[in-house]
C-alpha cells in the first residue's frame, strides 16, 4: 500500500505541475497580448496626433491661400473696371510708339 500511495502522490504531483504550467503559460500570454495592444494603441494614437496636426496646417495653408486668390481676383476685377471706365483712349501717351515701333530705341 505505500508504494501505491507513493505512486499516487508523484501521479498528482506530475498532474499539479502540468496544469499549473498551462495556467501560468495562458496567465503570460494575456499578459503579452495586453502589453502589446497596448503599446501599438499608444503608438497609433500618436501617429494619428501627429497626422491631425498635419492636417490642420494643411487646411490652414489652404484657407490662407484662398484668401491670397480672392485677393488677387479682387485686384483683377478692379484693373477690368478701371480699363472699362478708361475707355480706349490711352491715359498717357508713348512718343516711341507713335510712330509704329513695337520697340523702343
Known amino acids: ?4 500511495a507513493e505512486v499516487l502522490t508523484v501521479i498528482f ?6 496544469v499549473s504550467i498551462g495556467c501560468l503559460t495562458g496567465i503570460l500570454t494575456t499578459w503579452i497580448k495586453y502589453r502589446a495592444k497596448r503599446v501599438v494603441s499608444t503608438d497609433l494614437t500618436a501617429r494619428l496626433g501627429e497626422i491631425s496636426d498635419r492636417m490642420a496646417k494643411l487646411d490652414n495653408a489652404v484657407d490662407a491661400m484662398a484668401v491670397e486668390v480672392e ?8 484693373v477690368t473696371k478701371v480699363l ?5 483712349t490711352p491715359a498717357i ?3 516711341a510708339r507713335a510712330g509704329g515701333s513695337a520697340q523702343r530705341h
Open 1 to 4: 500500500m505505500n508504494h501505491d
Open 13 to 18: 504531483i506530475f498532474v499539479g505541475s502540468i
Open 71 to 78: 485677393r488677387i481676383s479682387e485686384g483683377q476685377r478692379f
Open 84 to 88: 472699362a471706365e478708361r475707355g480706349s
Open 93 to 95: 501717351g508713348d512718343p
